[in-house]
């Protein structure tokens, strides 16, 4: 894991001084710097706050990203909630109930500051960890049950939709 890790800066032919390379040499000093449990735990909220940084300059408004504007702590609760319960069904309703905020509220701050609606950001997490378990070898209609998806037709359909090819191993 640490050799693919070191391989990525390279990889991406990213400028040093851009913000995500940074990311990246930050990832790269704790993985020569710390135990393999605590890298682990570390490198898990990297790809969300890339997800982020990736967003931001997408975003339209690229002034916010300039002058260094910060998601709300709810925002971020949000993602480290989802990151956290994505094997499990996902309830928009809950969520906002758990973060003392109106579900509306809350899907306007995500879309606001992650550049992707609260929903899709679910979706995408719960897609792509199915898609490394199929590349595993995991059966695709397993794959789909541990990820929390409701049936294997919305599973497939979500898949085909993120990735342009059937979920197949």
């Known amino acids: 894991k640490r050799e693919r890790l070191k391989a990525l800066p390279v990889l991406y032919h990213l400028d040093p001084d851009h913000r995500i390379a940074a990311l990246f040499k930050r990832l790269l000093d704790y993985a020569d710097t710390l135990p393999d ?3 682990a735990t570390i ?9 982020i940084l990736i967003e931001r300059f997408a975003a339209a408004d690229r002034d916010a990203v300039i002058s260094g504007v910060t998601p709300p702590r709810v925002v971020c ?4 909630l989802v990151n956290d319960r994505v094997t499990q069904p996902f309830d928009l309703d809950a969520l906002a109930k758990e973060l003392f905020v109106s579900k509306y ?21 719960k ?4 898609r490394l378990l199929i590349e595993a070898g995991i059966r695709p209609k397993a794959a789909a049950e541990q990820f929390a998806f ?16 059937p979920p197949t191993h």
Do not use: Q, W
Request: net charge negative.
């Open 37 to 39: 449990d605590e890298l």
């Open 43 to 51: 490198a898990a909220a990297y790809p969300t706050e890339l997800l």
């Open 77 to 80: 609760d949000a993602i480290a």
């Open 105 to 125: 509220y809350l899907c306007h701050a995500f879309k606001k500051h992650v550049g992707m609606g609260l929903m899709e950001y679910a979706r995408s997490r």
């Open 127 to 130: 897609l792509e960890g199915a």
């Open 150 to 165: 409701p049936n294997y037709t919305t599973f497939y359909r979500a898949y085909v939709a993120a990735y342009g090819i």
